[in-house]
């Protein structure tokens, strides 16, 4: 059965979004904080606070399946922030701009301005804004690796505090995520929302614009060349390098939406680069599975093997 952008988020919700216990959550939650603002929209995130103990670091929860993402999709990752906050995280479910209004690149910007935003709060928050974590799901995956493959400077005489602290995360650990939208699947098949390949019911935030100054008119960028340029920059694979973060991901062997060989030729990337990378197969899964929640457990092992195993205050 095809999905569409909706029905991926609406499953991937349903499968993280079982019921908690009947026990108080792990959290305090504070909703709609305002990140940033782009053509008049505001870009908002959770936060959820320990009840418990702190560990000090803080664990970005990205809200986005098929790159379409919204405030009430937030509900779905409550199971998630559960378990990380008993740990000692503290969460932060970001909500960045969707399709179709906005595309991948524009989706992308969102995360680095986010987790520009999450450092310039560290102090308050009482996080440490060099030991950040990072997870999400399929396109919410393929956003966290980005955020952990690419790290951009802040401008330290920038007006706006938020924009002088650097973007990106130091840890991931993510499902099922794209990574090459140059080779989908097998060599010489590209991934760019167009023709045979594109992903069912996804076009939308392919539909790459750029904004012409002559006629003050955004334009649909129809270049080949132009377009593989985008799908090159946007694809995790292609902006390894050795700043990259150490990644686990989990992906299961039977997934028909994104080809399994994505998270194969990734983890094989990072290691020839000399970071630490892990895939965990899961054998018959799909694009989901239940019980998803348990594994922000094994997230937050990796990230405290790799980040350093934090004292809870």
Known sequence: MKKTAW????CLVAVCGQNLSAQSPNYSRQEDIIYGRKHGTALTLDKFTPTGKSNGRAAILVVSGGWFSSHAAVNGFFPVADILCKRGYTCLAVVHGSQPRFTIPEAIEDLHLATRFIRSKAREWKIDPDKLAITGGSAG?????????EHKLGDPKNADPVLRQPSGVQAVGCFFPPTDFLEWGKPGVKQIGRGKSAIPGITAPFRFVEFKNGVKEFHDVTDEKALEKIAKEISPIHIINKNSAPSLLIHGDADALVPIEQAQRFVDALKKEGIASKLDLRKGAGHGWLNMPKDATLFADWWEEHLG???LK
Not at 141 to 149: A, D, K, N, T
Request: no cysteine; glycine share 12%; proline share 6%.
């Open 7 to 10: 029905s991926v988020l609406v």
């Open 309 to 311: 195993k934090p004292d």
């Open 141 to 149: 995956g393929h956003l966290s690796l980005m955020m952990g493959m």
